[in-house]
């Protein structure tokens, strides 16, 4: 009988596994589950929950003690799946020589793994990661936390606080008129609609993001250099990539939203990440192989300029190993955070940025993880 299957998936920037019946990685499980069975593949699927914002060591070592809970039964071959941050972790996990911290030892675990899929993550760095270092980055990132728990809970965000939350992103740049008391309020008026024991499990989650914030400097272009040069490649492991670009904001994508009046201040908030994104020095675009050229042609026409981003992360910065595949998706698309309120379970979408992935596009991309994973 063939070994079973360990396939780990890893959250990205202040991700989390499951917040009550908030699921980051939801819609992806339950289809690699399906698509295992489907297969006649035995198979274990487990999302990690890792510290939000603590570094990428900090965060491998939550890895590890996820795998030592659930792999150290058998010997079957184990698979890891990272999203954004998440595929960062996941390369240290496997580099020859790793070290997190006396006591953890990787390499039993580490000799097993023999696939790392990346999605959306920032290999090269991003400039957003810069932009959150400063003192209105900060105060901005807790609130957009507690906005992306918010809006998996409800569906969407009130219109008061969008429109106060949109007013402060569009006259972010000249910072005219903005007032920190304004985020402080913002934040408690959200935390407010929450029931007092959910009140204090997002309290928690978000005091994590608060305490230790030492990943946002490493996500840097600058910082990403420095992980690169002491991170290699284990010659025992597949790494491929999936890649997401989606559209410039623009009249065109505001169009497309529609004329919901909370779609069209979401889309701010999109545009206001776009902004602060495609400002990726030229110097920090990494030079690409043939193949993944050719696959990136392929997929969107010519090869992406390098301004072109998923609102999150350069669209260039993505490109790790193989392209397992290259998506017209934002940042948050691809794991199943689009706008499908149709499909049971609900796909529900809180970085509105016109990109028209759906259902279709989500099956079709996780067909093909699923086949890199069984180098099928």
Not at 147 to 157: A, S
Not at 193 to 210: M, N, P
Not at 218 to 226: A, S
Not at 346 to 359: A, E, M, N, Q
Request: glycine share 8%; proline share 6%; hydrophobic share 40%.
């Amino acid at each position: 009988m063939p070994p079973k299957q360990h396939i780990y998936l890893v959250p990205g920037f202040f991700g989390f596994t499951n917040l009550g019946e908030l699921l980051y990685f939801g819609h992806v499980r339950d289809f690699l589950q399906a698509e295992f069975a489907r297969r006649g593949v035995e198979a274990e699927v487990v999302a990690i929950l890792s510290h939000p914002t603590a570094s990428i060591r900090q965060r491998t070592a939550d890895l590890l003690k996820a795998v030592q809970e659930t792999a150290s039964e058998d010997e079957g071959p184990i698979h890891f799946i990272g999203h954004s941050t998440g595929g960062l972790d996941s390369r240290l996990f496997v580099s020859p020589g790793a070290s997190l911290r006396e006591g953890l030892a990787l390499e039993l675990y580490a000799s097993r793994v023999r696939s790392v899929v990346t999605v959306s993550t920032p290999h090269a760095g991003t400039p957003l990661a810069s932009f959150f270092l400063g003192l209105f980055g900060q105060q901005l990132l807790r609130l957009l936390s507690l906005f992306t728990v918010y809006v998996l809970r409800f569906g969407r965000l009130p219109l008061r606080v969008m429109f106060r939350l949109g007013h402060v992103l569009a006259r972010a740049d000249d910072q005219l008129g903005w007032k920190a008391t304004l985020l402080d309020q913002l934040f408690d008026q959200l935390l407010g609609d929450f029931s007092s024991d959910r009140r204090e499990a997002v309290s928690r989650f978000l005091g994590d993001v608060g305490k230790d914030t030492s990943l946002i400097p490493q996500l840097t272009p600058e910082g990403i250099d420095l992980f690169n040069a002491a991170c290699s490649d284990r010659p025992t492991v597949r790494y491929g990539s999936v890649i997401t670009q989606a559209r410039p904001p623009s009249l065109r994508t505001r169009l497309s939203t529609g004329l919901d009046p909370y779609a069209q201040l979401t889309h701010t908030v999109y545009a206001f990440f776009y902004g602060q994104t495609r400002n990726m020095p030229l110097n920090r675009i990494p030079l690409h192989t043939a193949e993944q050229t050719a696959a990136l042609v392929q997929a969107y026409g010519a090869l992406p300029h390098a301004e072109a981003c998923d609102g999150i992360v350069p669209t260039r910065s993505q490109v790790y190993g193989q392209v397992i595949g290259a998506v017209r998706a934002d940042h948050l698309d691809a794991i199943g955070h689009f706008d499908q309120p149709t499909h049971h379970p609900p796909h529900v979408d809180w970085l509105i940025s016109g990109s028209g992935f759906r259902r279709p596009q989500f099956e079709k991309l996780w067909k093909d993880v699923s086949g890199f994973l069984l180098n099928e």
